[in-house]
């Protein structure tokens, strides 16, 4: 999909569109698989929690308060990848 | 089952006449025609006279830059400098979308720094340019791709002098 056709679909609030092209980026081109990497993030960022570890809430709130959205943004396709790399299970033909 | 053909379509010939069908049903949209066309510069001396320079889309970088920004969801447009005397041990390689098995076995089999740099040293070729240049084929914004990537490396191609740049997407 090209930028433009993203664009659009913001515009026409094709959420469907926007959904299906963040699980083929996510799916290297496959939708199904998509999908599954994303519960698959969604996993492994719920499993370090349960024991409910000490966290730095402090760095959590500064940087959500202090960065920008992009940033935000840019951030968390990174951290569905450092889920999805972590988990063990690594789909993609190349690397990080 | 990949189809093939040797029939020729108008003054192209298309290996895979299903590719681009199967190419828009997966990412609509995808598709770009382009009405301006550059042609092909023809060489005006020998080979072994003439500078030549690699472009590549492989996400090949010399060790400690900037890693690609393999995660972006409408991709990366920067490009890396990687000096042709480079040994493969020097390089790394950052992308998601192709499989890097062999590359990481041989460097060479995307990215052929050491063979460039043989054929160079036979004579076949005149000499190599001070960099080669590398980016990620994983870019969304074909107007960006244009107007700030492919500008940026053709000037610094055109700045090193090269009478040569051989393309290989990865």
Not at chain 2, 77 to 86: I, L, Q
Not at chain 2, 95 to 105: D, I, N
Not at chain 2, 107 to 133: C, H, K, M, S, Y
Request: net charge negative.
């Amino acid at each position: 999909m090209s930028l433009d056709y993203l664009k659009q679909a913001v515009a026409d609030k094709d959420t469907e569109c926007l959904i299906r092209y963040v699980r083929l980026h996510f799916g290297d081109g496959n939708e199904t698989a998509g999908r599954k990497e994303i519960d698959k993030a969604w996993i492994e960022a719920l499993k370090p929690l349960l024991d409910m570890p000490a966290t730095d809430r402090e760095f959590i709130l500064t940087t959500l308060a202090e960065k920008d959205v992009g940033t935000l943004a840019h951030l968390y396709f990174h951290l569905h990848f450092y889920f999805v790399k972590r988990s063990g299970e690594w789909i993609h033909d190349g690397d990080l | 089952m990949m189809e093939t053909s040797s029939q020729s379509n108008g003054d192209s010939e298309q290996l895979r006449p299903g590719l681009w069908q199967t190419v828009n049903e997966r990412y609509p949209g995808s598709m770009i025609t382009k009405d301006d066309l550059v042609p092909l510069a023809r060489l005006k001396k020998p080979l072994s006279e003439c500078r030549l320079t690699f472009v590549s889309t492989s996400g090949v970088q010399p060790k400690g830059s900037l890693p690609f920004d393999t995660v972006h969801p409408v991709g990366d447009y920067s490009f890396r400098r990687v000096p042709s005397n480079s040994i493969p041990d020097d390089l790394e390689i950052h992308q998601l979308k192709y499989p890097t098995v062999g590359a990481k076995k041989d460097l060479n089999v995307i990215f052929p720094i050491e063979r460039l740099n043989e054929i160079a040293d036979e004579g076949l070729l005149g000499e190599l340019a001070p960099d080669f240049f590398s980016f990620i084929g994983y870019n969304m914004d074909a107007e960006r791709l244009e107007r700030t990537l492919a500008e940026d490396i053709a000037d610094a191609v055109e700045a090193q002098a090269s009478d040569i740049a051989l393309l290989a997407p990865a």
